[in-house]
């Protein structure tokens, strides 16, 4: 087992293994392009050690922005014609090969972590960044909302690819049509930690949908099935508009409009919050149904500024339930799967989120949270998640983000800048 001072050395090293020039990809061979919210969680363990990478990070990801505003989820900056969806399965219009779908927003964000290590170095460059953050935030607000909560309609959007969250609505998509292909993550990693076959077909009916209407997002509003109003999103957008307001104000910038925005977004978190389960949840824009599901998402209300006394006795019986946690699905549910992706499993980039919040809180459990990730990491490394039960490692390896939250959160002492 290694030292936490060589953990740290190993998670710099990481970061520097995965540059590939301006961004960085999650991990070698598995993710070979720059994923959205990866990266920004990237730039944000690079301000430990070069604050012009992590703001380079930040600015490169911005380089894939389309005309509309949205940001994608994953930029094709260099061919790599074994993985699949390429660009082509895309149909995207954006102004370097890219996917069509967006991430959670989380750059506002870090961004604004980045910007309070060296105010006077990243001034400049978050006045550049500020105007791109918010054409994507008002992509969302014009395109996303129900009942002002902000809707995914992918899973992939959403980060949670196979979340439990999605199954309803999953079940009644026919993927007639798809066709045969060729998956990158089943040959790099064991298929019983990723999503299944029966996931993948209906994600891929979903991208050839979109293509087909061209992603236009008037039409994908009326006709795409997959409409679901989620606590991820409307949560990081949330506190990522609470952050862009506050740094745009102290920079002395234009930040018109934007109260009644987050009182809206405000709204719409409180009407992710399901009476039966005493949680936030996720919602069926499309038929009004509530998904049942108590995830790791929920926990997020923290961070968006939103404290809340049952969601809390929620995450403190979930944190006695498993040893590393927090598990990214109930571990009470019926569809608890410790190792498979969003079944269950601890994501150290989620912890740190919601350890930031519960932070920002002063709560009693925002200790245990960051303790947890250290110990998980410190034990089993840098793995793209983690068994929650045991602390296995699972999915790819040598993960840039699990580094970054390593190096930017979770070897550090409560408090500590």
């Not at 994608?72 to 390429?86: S, V, W």
């Not at 105007?131 to 607000?141: D, E, M, N, S, V």
């Not at 500024?305 to 990214?328: I, N, Y």
């Amino acid at each position: 087992m290694l030292t936490q001072v060589s953990r740290s050395e190993e998670a710099r090293n990481i970061l520097l293994q995965n540059d590939r020039g301006g961004y960085t990809i999650p991990t070698a061979g598995l993710y070979p392009y720059q994923w959205n919210w990866d990266s920004a969680i990237t730039a944000m363990g690079f301000a430990e050690f070069d604050n012009v990478r992590a703001w380079q990070e930040l600015e490169t990801l911005f380089t894939g922005q389309w005309d509309d505003g949205m940001v994608p989820h994953i930029l094709f900056h260099k061919p790599d014609p074994g993985y699949f969806p390429g660009p082509d399965v895309w149909g995207g219009t954006g102004p370097i090969p890219s996917s069509s779908i967006t991430q959670p927003p989380v750059a506002a964000t870090m961004a604004r972590i980045i910007w309070e290590k060296d105010r006077g170095a990243g001034a400049d460059r978050f006045k550049v960044l500020l105007p791109k953050l918010r054409a994507w935030h008002t992509w969302f607000l014009s395109w996303r909302l129900d009942q002002g909560a902000v809707c995914v309609t992918h899973p992939w959007e959403a980060g949670r690819d196979n979340a439990p969250d999605w199954d309803a609505v999953m079940a009644r998509i026919d993927p007639v049509g798809v066709g045969e292909y060729q998956r990158r993550d089943t040959s790099h990693v064991d298929g019983s930690m990723r999503p299944t076959k029966y996931d993948y077909d209906r994600y891929i009916w979903l991208v050839q949908m979109g293509n087909r209407l061209k992603w236009d997002q008037a039409a994908l509003l009326e006709e795409n099935p997959f409409r679901i109003a989620d606590p991820t999103m409307t949560f990081l957008l949330l506190r990522a508009h609470r952050d862009l307001l506050r740094t745009g104000e102290e920079l002395g910038l234009d930040t018109s409009g934007m109260a009644e925005e987050i009182a809206l977004l405000e709204q719409g978190a409180a009407s992710l919050w399901n009476p039966n389960l005493n949680s936030y949840d996720s919602r069926d824009a499309k038929t009004g149904e509530w998904t049942g599901t108590i995830s790791n998402a929920s926990y997020l209300c923290w961070l968006a500024g939103l404290d809340s006394k049952e969601q809390a006795e929620h995450l403190e019986r979930s944190l006695q339930q498993v040893q590393f946690g927090v598990a990214s699905y109930d571990p009470n549910g019926e569809k608890f799967d410790s190792k498979r992706y969003w079944r269950g499993p601890t994501w150290a980039f989620m912890n740190f989120l919601i350890g930031l919040g519960l932070e920002e809180h002063k709560h009693s459990l925002a200790s245990h949270v960051r303790e947890v990730t250290r110990e998980v990491i410190r034990q089993h490394g840098f793995a793209e998640y983690f068994d929650p039960t045991d602390g296995s490692p699972a999915g790819g390896q040598s993960f840039t983000w699990t580094a970054a939250v390593w190096l930017g959160w979770a070897s550090k002492e409560q408090g500590a800048a």
